[in-house]
């Protein structure tokens, strides 16, 4: 959300580009959540179309337990997380990208080979096709 506040920082006066910088200087954490909804909106960083949400700080949260969970194991997600139970993890985040996960591994697979050739140094004439 920070790149798209930047992006757009002709929206924001030279006055509220100040103020934005001291609110975070001087925020509580409840503040903060506040304050990003309002960066949010200024920003036009809207996260739901239809009830035209802007970003809060539950969104910055969700997007990085989303972008961890192809990355870590659930466990070391869940304490990435500060879940107290690995079910919420397991829930939430893992596997709720298996489709795009499996897409991610027959591209590759598909690359390798293409690169690669068979044992026999030739080139596959077709690609790989994926399960259905």
């Not at 580009?17 to 409840?30: G, H, N, W």
């Amino acid at each position: 959300m920070l790149k798209r506040v930047a992006t757009h920082q002709e929206k924001f006066s030279t006055q509220e580009r100040e103020r934005i910088i001291d609110l975070v200087c001087a925020a509580s954490l409840s503040d903060d959540a506040k304050l990003l909804v309002e960066v949010g909106k200024k920003a036009g960083v809207v996260v739901n179309p239809k009830t035209k949400k802007c970003a809060s700080a539950h969104d910055l949260r969700r997007a990085f337990g989303q972008r961890w969970a192809t990355r870590v194991m659930p466990q070391i997600l869940m304490q990435l997380m500060r879940h107290s139970d690995i079910t919420t993890t397991m829930k939430y985040y893992v596997g709720s990208e298996a489709e795009i996960t499996a897409d991610m591994l027959w591209d590759a697979v598909a690359k390798e080979e293409s690169n690669l050739g068979t044992i026999l140094g030739t080139r596959r004439k077709r690609p790989i096709k994926k399960p259905l």
